[in-house]
Nanobody
Framework: QVQLVESGGGLVQAGGSLRLSCAASGRYEMGWFRQAPGKEREFVAAIRRSGGSTYYADSVKGRFTISRDNTKNTVYLQMNRLKPEDTAVYYC??????????????????WGQGTQVTVSS
């Protein structure tokens, strides 16, 4: 059974930073998604199992950084210069291999419970 445990969410002022963590029970292809109230879940960032390739949504490129520590089976999402529109529940997602598009939620079999990020203006 794959387990994903997220942490690091909270309340921050616009322009501030937060770092999310997702501890997995093994080494997987990993992604971060977010869902704001009344909106569909959207892709944020993804990283290959080796850590060699990373992917970002245009809305976060240059502000967010995804990374991983494979010795700890943990993926991080460093979020800088946060904006009120970044407010959402953030989910980490995982699968053994992503065959097609890392930006598609349906590509991931396993999901964390979500962590709330709130950015005040």
């Amino acid at each position: 059974q794959v387990q994903l445990v997220e942490s690091g969410g909270g309340l921050v002022q616009a322009g501030g930073s937060l770092r999310l963590s997702c501890a997995a029970s093994g080494r997987y292809e990993m992604g971060w998604f977010r869902q704001a109230p009344g909106k569909e879940r959207e892709f944020v960032a993804a990283i290959r199992r080796s850590g060699g390739s990373t992917y970002y949504a245009d809305s976060v490129k240059g502000r967010f950084t995804i990374s991983r520590d494979n010795t700890k089976n943990t993926v991080y999402l460093q979020m800088n210069r946060l904006k009120p529109e970044d407010t959402a529940v953030y989910y980490c997602a995982a699968d053994s291999i992503i065959m097609h598009d890392v930006r598609e939620p349906d590509e991931y079999k396993y999901w964390g419970q979500g962590t709330q990020v709130t950015v005040s203006s």
